[in-house]
């Protein structure tokens, strides 16, 4: 079997076709390869940044362990607020109380500064008779 001319230029047609589609295909295998390449990079870097979030929220969350213990423990001081303002209630009437206590006080000090008149006269009639 003899090939003819035109036979062996279709099959060189052919394989050329062949070998033009096959660089094609490693040419898109090679941009692939690249974006592949490109893709782990971001991958890495997301990667990166998931593990700086995540050390960042565990210290966050170690933050708010502390602050709750915190309140916990002002928790006790918080409850004694009612009370404090009741009593806080009771003292707006410490002017009236204020003022029997500062005339007592005063009527105490009068009557001890103040002398025995009757002790004098005694004296004084005591030295008269003398």
């Known amino acids: 079997m003899a090939l003819t ?3 062996i230029e279709e099959r060189i047609n052919q394989q050329s076709t062949q ?6 295909i490693l ?3 090679r941009g692939l390869t690249y974006e592949v390449k490109n893709l782990a990079l ?3 870097g997301v990667e990166n940044t998931l593990e700086s979030i995540d050390n ?3 210290s966050q969350t170690e933050k708010i362990s502390k602050i709750e213990g915190f309140l916990e423990g002002q928790n006790a001081n918080i409850q004694k ?3 404090l303002s009741e009593k806080v209630g ?4 410490w002017r009236p109380i204020a003022l029997v206590v500062i005339g007592g006080l005063m009527t105490l000090s009068v009557g001890v500064v103040t002398p025995d008149f009757s002790q ?3 004296k004084a009639q005591s030295r008269d008779k003398k």
Do not use: F, G
């Open 5 to 7: 001319n035109e036979q």
């Open 19 to 24: 070998i033009n589609k096959i660089d094609t």
């Open 27 to 29: 040419e898109l295998q």
């Open 42 to 44: 971001r991958i890495s």
């Open 56 to 58: 960042k929220l565990t």
């Open 81 to 83: 607020i009612p009370d």
């Open 90 to 93: 009771e003292l707006k009437n």
């Open 120 to 122: 004098i006269n005694l």
